[in-house]
């Protein structure tokens, strides 16, 4: 008898932890299948000092993955895309890139331009900061991110691109630019570079 008592016992111990997260589980807001992605799947707007036209593109992809979008900047004169053409696919190889990320590149010629690095912050409809890197680096002019949140179903965002730094090998380039039109009037003469740029775009984070 002592002994079916102490193997009840050790049962019972290796039963609750798989109770508690069966529990836990259960209450989760976040269910299988479902898939996170920005409102509308491309998104641009002129930089606040007009030297750039930033995109951000979005697909949609698992909440597993987390909401993965690309920040591209284009030269401000380059053409909107309102929408993905049709069967457009990643400029990226599959070895370059997840695909199943959902993340969808227009198949046109893009003049982008290089920039050093930038900020970007994520806050909530209220105001509050829920995400943030800094010094972020681009390849060619774009910048992938996948963007972890605690809670995806927070409707309207705010999404800011700050402090923009052009790659210095174009800096020599908007230069003359500036010279012969004047557009660039933050130009730091005395660094020889141009001030840091940015842009904010009004979103909306969709839970499928």
Do not use: C, H
Request: glycine residues 6%; hydrophobic residues 35%.
């Amino acid at each position: 008898m002592k002994y079916f008592f102490i193997i009840l016992t050790f049962v019972v111990i290796l039963i609750l932890p798989s109770i508690g997260y069966s529990q836990s589980t259960s209450n989760s807001t976040v269910k299988d299948g479902q898939e996170v992605k920005l409102i509308t799947p491309i998104q641009q707007r002129i930089s606040d000092k007009g030297t750039y036209l930033v995109a951000i593109k979005s697909g949609q992809s698992p909440i597993s993955t987390g909401l993965n979008i690309e920040i591209v900047f284009l030269n401000k004169t380059s053409p909107y895309l309102s929408a993905p053409p049709p069967n457009a696919e990643s400029n990226l190889s599959s070895t370059e890139y997840n695909k199943t990320s959902g993340m969808v590149i227009p198949s046109v010629v893009e003049r982008t331009l290089p920039v050093k690095s930038y900020d970007i912050v994520i806050n909530s409809g209220d105001g509050k900061e829920i995400w943030k890197k800094t010094d972020q680096a681009t390849q060619g002019g774009r910048g992938p991110q996948s963007i972890v949140l605690d809670n995806y179903d927070i409707g309207n965002v705010t999404i800011s691109i700050m402090n923009i730094e052009p790659d210095p090998t174009i800096v020599d380039s908007l230069i003359q630019k500036s010279n012969n039109t004047n557009e660039f009037a933050a130009l730091n003469q005395t660094e020889s570079k141009f001030s840091t740029d940015s842009v904010k775009f009004q979103t909306t984070i969709l839970v499928v």
